[in-house]
């Protein structure tokens, strides 16, 4: 199972960024968990980040053919981006939604996700676990 897992903007502000709602961890501890979970249960993880919602899409229509599943964490695209929305219905590569904090128990405007209804599942308030069972979910899956 190969699976790209893409970071959107302001993620790699992870462990200065609003430490009380994300925690004090950074972004390459982020990373290092991804990797290490995904050779400990056996599957093939790259991690990709940007602050570009045009590259964030360049990301996922090129995972088409190159991955088997898709883990993206939009950020604050997550609640307007309908470029990320139609790339991630444009591939044939299943997407989980995946967020640190509870986005449903934050500010009205992140109770709305317009992406995630073009992924197979949404995960939030997890930390940084909820990319560890979305890898897990796509693995099994797989």
């Given at each position: 199972?190969?699976i790209?897992?893409?970071?959107?903007?302001?993620?790699?502000?992870?462990?200065?960024?609003?430490?009380?709602?994300?925690?004090?961890?950074?972004?390459?501890?982020?990373?290092?968990?991804?990797?290490?979970?995904g050779?400990?249960?056996?599957?093939?993880?790259e991690?990709?980040?940007?602050?570009?919602?045009?590259?964030?899409?360049?990301?996922?229509?090129?995972?088409?053919?190159?991955?088997?599943?898709?883990?993206?964490?939009?950020?604050?695209?997550?609640?307007?981006?309908y470029?990320?929305?139609?790339?991630?219905?444009?591939?044939?590569?299943?997407?989980?939604?995946?967020?640190?904090?509870?986005?449903h128990?934050?500010?009205?405007?992140?109770?709305?996700?317009?992406?995630a209804?073009?992924?197979?599942?949404?995960?939030?308030?997890?930390?940084?676990?909820?990319?560890?069972?979305?890898?897990?979910?796509?693995n099994?899956?797989?």
């Amino acid at each position: 199972m190969k699976i790209l897992i893409i970071n959107g903007v302001n993620l790699n502000m992870l462990g200065s960024r609003e430490p009380d709602v994300y925690g004090d961890r950074d972004y390459a501890a982020l990373c290092a968990e991804i990797a290490d979970f995904g050779a400990e249960i056996g599957a093939q993880v790259e991690v990709v980040q940007s602050n570009i919602e045009g590259e964030i899409v360049n990301f996922i229509q090129g995972a088409a053919g190159n991955f088997d599943g898709i883990i993206i964490n939009p950020g604050a695209y997550t609640h307007y981006s309908y470029a990320i929305s139609d790339a991630l219905r444009g591939v044939d590569v299943p997407a989980i939604e995946v967020h640190i904090s509870n986005v449903h128990a934050r500010e009205e405007f992140r109770h709305t996700s317009v992406t995630a209804a073009a992924c197979v599942g949404q995960i939030c308030g997890l930390g940084f676990d909820s990319y560890k069972l979305a890898i897990r979910y796509l693995n099994h899956v797989g």
